[in-house]
């Protein structure tokens, strides 16, 4: 994609990607001391990879899928999230600082899903799991930070770091070298995100997922990993 058409295109404010809230700004002034003059767009962006993945805790019980319920203001309000959520939060966080930004969806299988996460998605393939495409000194770099380091340490999983540089979207093996997550079939990158086909998505692969309209089961990932049985 040219360089002039990702400026133009991918770096506006959307219904989801609202980073001209107050809230947005608060959070990434937070992650830039000093707005982050002094700092580069790939320091800039990785800042903000982190402050999302350990400053949003990553939980897919009892969220909020509603339009409302997706944005990053909203998503960073509640402190919690789950990939869907926190891709939103960073792509918006990026492009607030000039960093251009796409939200990916695809489908994988997950090999250390809790018990009770499996009845409820009806097996260990996760529809429209979500992460973020940055464009970065000329190039698109995938990035996850959605999986935050205290969890991570429970389930034995190595946190997924990024550097701006190198792709960060795979947790192929556990620290116990057992397989943990596969990418199965890609969905696309998309400028916003595609509210109706992600929700409707979801909603239809995972039924049992769904406490209400648009919130998810109440439960907690914490809670999973000290069960028996328990993994992610």
């Keep these: 994609m040219p360089t002039q058409a990702v400026d133009t295109a991918l770096l506006q404010t959307t219904e989801f990607l609202d980073y001209d809230s107050d809230v947005v700004r608060d959070f990434v002034a937070r992650a830039l001391p000093g707005g982050g003059t002094d700092l580069t767009p790939i320091e800039k962006a990785v800042a903000l990879y982190y402050a999302v993945r350990d400053g949003i805790h990553y939980e897919v019980y009892g969220a909020d899928l509603s339009r409302h319920g997706l944005r990053a203001s909203s998503t ?10 926190k891709s939103i939060v960073y792509a918006a966080a990026v492009r607030s600082v000039g960093v251009p930004s796409r939200i990916y969806y695809g489908d994988v299988r997950n090999h250390l899903a809790s018990p009770r996460l499996e009845e ?3 097996g260990n393939i996760f529809t429209f799991h979500s992460l973020t495409t940055v464009y970065l000194d000329g190039r698109w770099v995938r990035a996850t930070p959605v999986f935050n380091k205290l969890l991570c340490h429970l389930y034995k999983i190595k946190p997924l770091e990024f550097d701006g540089r190198t792709d960060s979207m795979y947790h192929p093996y556990d620290e116990d070298g057992r397989r943990h997550m596969e990418f199965l079939h890609e969905h696309g990158e998309f400028d916003d995100v595609p509210y109706d086909m992600v929700v409707g998505g979801i909603r239809t692969a995972h039924p049992k997922l769904f406490a209400g309209e648009h919130t998810t089961a109440r439960g907690s990932l914490i809670a999973d990993a000290a069960a028996p049985g328990g993994g992610w």
Excluded: A
């Excluded at 960073?76 to 959520?85: A, K, N, P, Q």
């Design 76 to 85: 960073i309000t509640r402190g919690t999230g789950f990939c869907v959520h």
């Design 120 to 122: 409820l998605m009806g």
